[in-house]
């Protein structure tokens, strides 16, 4: 089953849509990571979120959204999180004993209890999941299979002698850390060899457009419009949750016009700057 699959099913995920269509660049984006088939329709809104030409022809393994504010990203995160926690089957790769964890990491614990509200919600709305849980606490959910879903904070030290399976890295461009400069770059040099030992481990960082530095940035600058292994892909808000209102837009507009102007100009910076909520 793949995860468009799971979003049609109504004994799955289809519930938590209230108006699939509305999500339409989202299943785009699901279809680009997952390897799924587009139509020409598909195909050409996948070239104006990535500006390449051909989709991914195997899953992406390493993926970095740019998606403004109220685009949505929260709740496709934890819905990923699950569908790689339940529906793939990593025992193969696991020695005895060993715990396979969906690693989401947020900006810090408020962030994270949003995450985990979104992850909860999904696993205990759909029966079959939901008795897939053995334990769950407030940071955590073990399921039946060897795999956990762990939400932590942004930090190096909370990876180190895990065994990632999916690592899902939530408003990476405001990550900070009291004991280091750079936690973002610490952190992504710690997911990588925690996810070594599993084929098709998948690392997928999302963030809405805060400064033009870091992992998040650097991604855009080397991968965007790229024939690359990593997929890059930016939107603006809209482009990704039209539910939000036009008068939202035009007071961003208003208030912040150089942050929040429109994607119209092509170069590289001002689309990162248009990432953020523009129209």
């Not at 899953?59 to 740019?66: A, C």
Request: aromatic share 8%; hydrophobic share 45%; net charge neutral.
């Amino acid at each position: 089953m793949t995860i468009l699959d799971a979003i049609h099913d109504e004994k799955l995920f289809r519930p938590l849509f209230k108006d699939l269509a509305t999500w339409n660049s989202w299943l785009i984006v699901l279809k680009a990571i997952f390897a799924l088939p587009m139509d020409e329709t598909e195909r050409t809104v996948f070239t104006s979120l990535t500006g390449r030409t051909t989709p991914p022809a195997t899953q992406v393994r390493e993926s970095w959204w740019v998606i403004g504010r109220r685009g949505g990203k929260s709740l496709i995160v934890a819905l990923v999180a699950v569908f790689l926690a339940c529906f793939f089957d990593y025992r193969p790769f696991l020695g005895p004993g060993e715990i396979g964890v969906v690693m989401v990491i947020s900006t810090d614990r408020k962030q994270s209890r949003v995450i985990m509200r979104y992850l909860t919600a999904i696993l205990n709305s759909v029966p079959m999941l939901r008795a897939m849980i053995v334990r769950q606490d407030s940071e955590s959910i073990e399921l039946n299979n060897g795999i956990a879903i762990e939400i932590t904070t942004a930090s190096y030290r909370t990876i180190r002698g895990y065994t990632v399976v999916a690592a899902l890295c939530d408003e990476i461009a405001f990550w900070r850390s009291e004991d280091s400069a750079n936690p973002a770059e610490e952190i992504m040099a710690a997911i990588i060899p925690a996810m070594s030992t599993i084929p098709g481990a998948m690392l997928i960082a999302l963030g809405t457009p805060y400064k033009r530095s870091g992992p998040l940035y650097d991604a855009y600058r080397q991968h965007y419009g790229q024939d690359s292994p990593v997929l890059v892909i930016q939107a603006d808000t809209r482009t990704m949750n039209p539910g939000v209102p036009q008068s939202v837009i035009d007071r961003a507009i208003e208030t912040d016009p150089i942050a929040a102007r429109p994607n119209t100009l092509r170069s590289s910076e001002a689309m990162w700057a248009a990432s953020s909520i523009a129209t």
